[in-house]
């Protein structure tokens, strides 16, 4: 509490009661102004700023209780404590004043002058408690919040620390398929262009830009299994050899295999492991079949046979794009997944 004195304003019809109430709180130093027509209080109040109000109940003209409403509701007043003084010791009114006018105590006259002083001050003690209280909560709330700000802040940071490492990693796993596929002529290129066919299908498909986002890593890596392959296999004119075409058909697990550590790229391992299997399980290496094989996978292995078909090779010139378009159509239902043939016939 401060240390000015506190100033009571007293309001009452009865003019005795008035005196007797500002004779006792001026000897326990309190400032008192009191108001004995109830339609004054409201003018009183207002210029005597009071640190607590007395309030009789019966009154002429205007109640106690109106009085009350008229306080409660003015911003200025709502928090000032407000002490019922009456002789009708009524458990309803009291209840009234508690809960609907928020009034902080409830006094019956007659009343011993120590008594009245008393719970003055409890009230007062009480209101700076309550103030108090209300302050710590809203300071607290407000820590969180800025704790809560802060720690998105470094979250945000932190999962853009994540991104940047794996869009590095992503680089020069890029870099490398690229450099793996500009070894040989009829392939470069290829990575690159089969992540662009996909890319296309997916979108006609109405993938999410994640899906679409991983369907396009993954079809930019998905022969960086080939690494580990003499290059002269694979430009050689002319067939492999059954030995030379095992080393091959062991690329999409080597692929996966080069990719297991890095555990972000969950979806395009499928696509890198699977994307030499077919829809009637006769691919590899796993022979997975149908919907075992999983959407993204099924859509790089349209893209990819695609532009196999539509570049030259070591042992055949390039296919005519409407030949490979008939070769995919055929496949349909065989080698791919049909849903993806028939979103591939659509864009093509
Ligand atoms: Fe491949």
């Known amino acids: 509490m401060s240390e000015r004195p506190i100033k009571v304003l007293a309001i009452d019809d009865d003019k005795l009661i008035l005196k007797l109430i500002k004779t006792i709180l001026v000897n326990h130093n309190f400032v008192v102004e009191t108001v004995f027509d109830p339609l004054d209080a409201y003018s009183s109040a207002l210029v005597f700023e009071p640190d607590i109000i007395t309030i009789d109940l019966m009154m002429p003209e205007l109640s106690g209780w109106e009085l009350c409403d008229i306080f409660r509701r003015d911003p200025k007043f709502k928090k000032v404590p407000i002490v019922i003084l009456t002789a009708k010791d009524d458990k309803q009114e009291r209840e009234v004043a508690r809960y609907l006018f928020k009034v902080n105590d409830y006094i019956v006259k007659p009343f011993e002058a120590e008594e009245l002083v008393k719970r003055l001050n409890f009230a007062?003690?009480?209101?700076?408690?309550?103030?108090?209280?209300?302050?710590?909560?809203?300071?607290?709330?407000?820590?969180?919040?800025?704790?809560?700000?802060?720690?998105?802040?470094?979250?945000?940071?932190?999962?853009?620390?994540?991104?940047?490492?794996?869009?590095?990693?992503?680089?020069?796993?890029?870099?490398?398929?690229?450099?793996?596929?500009?070894?040989?002529?009829?392939?470069?290129?290829?990575?690159?262009?089969?992540?662009?066919?996909?890319?296309?299908?997916?979108?006609?498909?109405?993938?999410?830009?994640?899906?679409?986002?991983?369907?396009?890593?993954?079809?930019?890596?998905?022969?960086?299994?080939?690494i580990i392959i003499d290059i002269s296999y694979i430009s050689k004119p002319g067939p492999l050899t059954p030995e030379e075409f095992q080393i091959m058909m062991s690329h999409p697990s080597v692929g996966a295999k080069i990719l297991e550590p890095l555990d972000f790229l969950d979806e395009e391992i499928f696509i890198v492991e699977r994307h030499h299997e077919s829809w009637d399980g006769s691919g590899y290496p796993k022979g997975l079949r149908e919907d075992e094989i999983g959407l993204l996978p099924s859509i790089v292995s349209v893209a990819?046979?695609?532009?196999?078909?539509?570049?030259?090779?070591?042992?055949?010139?390039?296919?005519?794009?409407?030949?490979?378009?008939?070769?995919?159509?055929?496949?349909?239902?065989?080698?791919?997944?049909p849903i993806v043939v028939d979103i591939f016939l659509r864009i093509f």
Do not use: C
Not at 142 to 168: C, D, F, H, P, Y
């Open 304 to 337: 990819d046979v695609f532009d196999a078909l539509t570049s030259d090779r070591s042992y055949r010139k390039a296919w005519p794009k409407e030949d490979a378009i008939e070769e995919i159509k055929r496949l349909r239902g065989k080698k791919f997944n």
């Open 124 to 226: 007062l003690i009480r209101r700076d408690s309550l103030e108090k209280q209300e302050k710590d909560f809203f300071e607290t709330i407000q820590v969180i919040g800025s704790l809560a700000e802060e720690l998105k802040i470094k979250n945000e940071s932190l999962e853009r620390q994540i991104r940047l490492r794996e869009e590095t990693i992503i680089n020069i796993m890029k870099s490398l398929t690229i450099a793996l596929d500009a070894k040989d002529p009829y392939t470069k290129g290829h990575s690159e262009r089969v992540a662009d066919y996909s890319e296309l299908i997916g979108k006609e498909m109405g993938l999410s830009s994640n899906e679409l986002l991983k369907l396009k890593r993954g079809a930019i890596l998905h022969d960086i299994g080939k």
